[in-house]
Each structure stands twice: as structure tokens, then as C-alpha cells.
């Protein structure tokens, strides 16, 4: 039997990487062309292997979250400037250090959520965020203190990027590709939480709204902490009024202010009758 459970009589691609460390040093050996093509960074990097590139970003959280046998989560969105309360007096705003609050719910509604997916040893509703700090990390930092695990999907930018210290080592995933990174948050959802937060929080909720919109993606309890916040920078009902959007696709989510509201909300969630019947798998 070898790495990952594999039991064939090929040889093992890892074998054939060690052996190449000990190549002959001649111009052919050394040539860049004669390395391994899946060993060489180089040739994995160009702007050809693209598709490569996403494949294996889908991959390979893919696999790890798999062999933990996760099945569910539950996503945690928002701002990485809100600061812990704890820190509120260095707060770059008035108005952040006032959000500060949403980061101990957004602890609290992460802490319970882990309480209740140790049931089933962490496979299922499990915290999913992006990793890095402010409400991510809250959200991170409450499936620590339950004891559980949770998920951090960071990506790579120039600042704000580095994982926050309470996302459990073995499912922290760095991404390039913002796209695939989202997949990996939806995929498998069982129930979205917006926090307040900037232009990534807003791009992250309304891709997922958009997939339920548009029948891409099952109906789910879709939580907005905050409703002065929300309704302050969305004029939800002008949307409605203008015919842009349908007047129902207000019902696509609701508005919680506390952890305890939003659990009772995922708990009295039903979801709705498609017309024509159920959406396909």
C-alpha cells in the first residue's frame, strides 16, 4: 500500500521526484526541458498551464477535505478590519470600532455551530472562512474554543493575507485563483453568515446570492448580521422597485443582529418548493 491509500503495481510518482535528485550532471540532465513536468515550477507557473493551475487548486482542498470526511460547512463572510473589542480603542474608524461587536458574535455563532458539528465528529457544519483576520479569525477563533475544527481558505495578496493562528493547520488552504477559492466556500454550504465588511465581503455575498438567484445553488439560510449596516450601504427594496431584481429574491435572506438569532434561524429554516419540482443534483 502506498501514500494516499494507492495500491497498484505502478511505480509511484514520488519515487521517480527522489530519483531525480541524483540526474547525472551532463546538458542533457541538467536541461530544464528534461525535468519532471510535474515537478517543474517553471513549467507549472506559465501562462499556458493556466487550466492546470485551476485544476489543481480545486483538487487539492478538494482531496484533504474529503479524507477528513467533511460533508457540510457552514461560511462565515466578513470584514478583516473589525476589530476584537478587546482592540477596539485602535480601530482606524468610529464606526469599526462600534462593528467590533459583530466580531464576538461572529465567535459565539462559530463556537456553537462547532459545538453541535462534534456530534458528528467534525464532518459535519463545520466553520469555513476566509482565514485571515477581523471576522474570520472570530469565526476561526470560536470553533477553537469549542473544540473543533474549521476551515481557513486565505489567498494571496499584497497585505491582509497571512492565516490567523485559529484555523486548524491541516484544513488552512492558500489559493491564486479567487474563483476557486469561492467554489470551495460554496460547495459545501449548509448555511451562510455575513458580517459587515468591504468590497470582498460584498463580492462574496452577492456571488452567492446570484447562484441562488439564478438556480445555480440550492436555497439555504442565508444570514445577514447587522441590519442597520446592511440596509445603511444596500438599498435592498430600490432594487425591488426598479424591477432589477424580483420582489421575492428579498426573501432570499433575512437579517440577524445575534448568534443566538441565527441559530434559531438555520434551526426554523425550510427550505423552499422550486416550481417544477426539486432542483436537479
Not at 55 to 79: A, Y
Not at 146 to 166: D, F, K, M, R
Not at 199 to 216: N, V, Y
Request: hydrophobic residues 40%; glycine residues 8%.
Amino acid at each position: 500500500m502506498t501514500k494516499h491509500g494507492r495500491n497498484h503495481p505502478l511505480r509511484d510518482s514520488n519515487q521517480d521526484v527522489a530519483a531525480a535528485q541524483h540526474r547525472p550532471e551532463t546538458p542533457q540532465a541538467l536541461s530544464p526541458a528534461y525535468r519532471l513536468a510535474f515537478d517543474d515550477r517553471d513549467f507549472l507557473t506559465r501562462p499556458e498551464t493556466r487550466a492546470v493551475r485551476l485544476q489543481l487548486e480545486l483538487l487539492k482542498p478538494e482531496l484533504l477535505m474529503s479524507e477528513r470526511g467533511i460533508t457540510s460547512t457552514i461560511v462565515l463572510f466578513g470584514g478583516a478590519r473589525i476589530p476584537d473589542p478587546a482592540q477596539r480603542a485602535t480601530a482606524r474608524t468610529e464606526t469599526l470600532a462600534e462593528l467590533s461587536r459583530y466580531y464576538d458574535e461572529a465567535r459565539s455563532f462559530a463556537r456553537i455551530m462547532t459545538e453541535r458539528s462534534l456530534a458528528s465528529a467534525g464532518r459535519e457544519n463545520v466553520v469555513v472562512t476566509g482565514g485571515g483576520p477581523g471576522v474570520m479569525e472570530a469565526g476561526n477563533r470560536g470553533a477553537q474554543e469549542a473544540g473543533g475544527v474549521s476551515i481557513g481558505l486565505n489567498i494571496v495578496l499584497p497585505h491582509e493575507q497571512e492565516p490567523n493562528h485559529y484555523v486548524t493547520p491541516d484544513l488552512c488552504f492558500n489559493f491564486h485563483y479567487f474563483a476557486v477559492r469561492k467554489m470551495h466556500f460554496l460547495m459545501r454550504a449548509r448555511a451562510i453568515a455575513v458580517f459587515p465588511g468591504g468590497f470582498g465581503t460584498l463580492d462574496e455575498l452577492f456571488e452567492a446570492l446570484t447562484l441562488i438567484q439564478t438556480k445555480r445553488m440550492r436555497p439555504l439560510p442565508f444570514l445577514l448580521f447587522g441590519e442597520s449596516f446592511w440596509r445603511r450601504i444596500i438599498n435592498w427594496e430600490a432594487l425591488a422597485e426598479a424591477g432589477t431584481i424580483s420582489e421575492e429574491d428579498l426573501s432570499l435572506f433575512r437579517f440577524v443582529e445575534t448568534a443566538e438569532e441565527a441559530v434559531s434561524a438555520i434551526d426554523s429554516w425550510v427550505e423552499p418548493s422550486p416550481p417544477g419540482g426539486p432542483m436537479p443534483t
